[in-house]
Structure formats: structure tokens, C-alpha cells
């Protein structure tokens, strides 16, 4: 899949995954695609933490809610930088981790690797399992595998599963 719009169309979140491994330079080429986002003044303000060991992704589940699908992973990235919630921090640094992400979900979709984003709401975990220093922040760990059901990569979406363009489009003002 080389065309960008047919890849942002048709990227579905992918939650369960086959037990296999990742080919190492898939793994590779999804985490240098993170590296390659852009960034606010180019400053790449990012370190991405790779997990593959199984007792660590599953320690990984549990920074929120709706990380479960990280313990089935393959291998899970931590996104992780400087702690915007911190006074005088910028903005900037979630939306640089946004960009890194999209890019790393999108490489590994070209390459037929399935990937669903979590959002950390326990800090601490993600400390204690990741090793993360005080003066970092991890936002988000996304999860990567082969699907466990392959047609996950060609499924249609979901009827009602986008706003149509003219109610979201604004043009000029409200």
C-alpha cells in the first residue's frame, strides 16, 4: 500500500493480535517512522521506549483502562517526553507525540502489522514498568502484531463511524 490517502482510509485499529513475533526491521522501520515525524521548532522532544518481553507487555495493561490490548502485543512503544502537565511546559510536545504515533501506526500498517494507541492514566506504572525518569511524561504506548484476524486489514468501517465532512468543516468562521 503506497498511496498515503488509501492508507488513512483504510487504517483500522487493530486490538487482538496473532502469537508471533515482529520481523525485527518491521519493528525497525515502524519506530525509525516515529523518528521521522515532524516536530514543534524541530525539536524532537520524543524517546520512544520498545517492549517485547510478554511479562512486560502485560505489566504495560495496566496503565489505563483500555490498554489491554497492549498485553497481547507483539512489541508495544512507549511515547515518551518532557511532562507537558508541568507549568511552563508546551503544548507542542502532545501533539509532536501525536504525529510521531500516527506515523509509526501508519508505517506498520503498509507493512500488514495491526496497531491500536492507549492512553497512560497511571503514571506510575508506566514508571515503575518502563523505567521513565522523573522529568518525563508518558502519554500514550502504542500497540503493535500481526492481526489475529487478517481481514482486520480490509475490513470496511463502520457504518456511522466518521461524521460526514460538511457537519465537521467550518470555513472561516464557526
Known sequence: MSDVWDAIRGKRMVRRFADRLLRPEH??????????????????????????DRARLGALAKVGPFADHVGGAAA????????????????????????????MM???WELGVGSCPATVYEQSVARQVLGIPEDRWCGYVLSFGYPADPEDMTRPPKAGGRRPLDEVIHRETW
Request: proline share 4%; charged share 20%.
Open 106 to 108: 501508519l508505517a506498520a
Open 76 to 103: 508495544a512503544v512507549a511515547l515518551v517526553t518532557p511532562d507537558p502537565t508541568v507549568g511552563g511546559a508546551s503544548l507542542s510536545l502532545v501533539w509532536d507525540a501525536g504525529l510521531a504515533a500516527e506515523n
Open 27 to 52: 519493528l525497525t522501520r515502524i519506530v525509525d517512522a516515529g523518528r521521522h515525524a515532524g516536530s514543534s521548532k524541530n525539536k524532537q522532544r520524543w524517546d520512544f521506549v520498545v517492549v517485547e
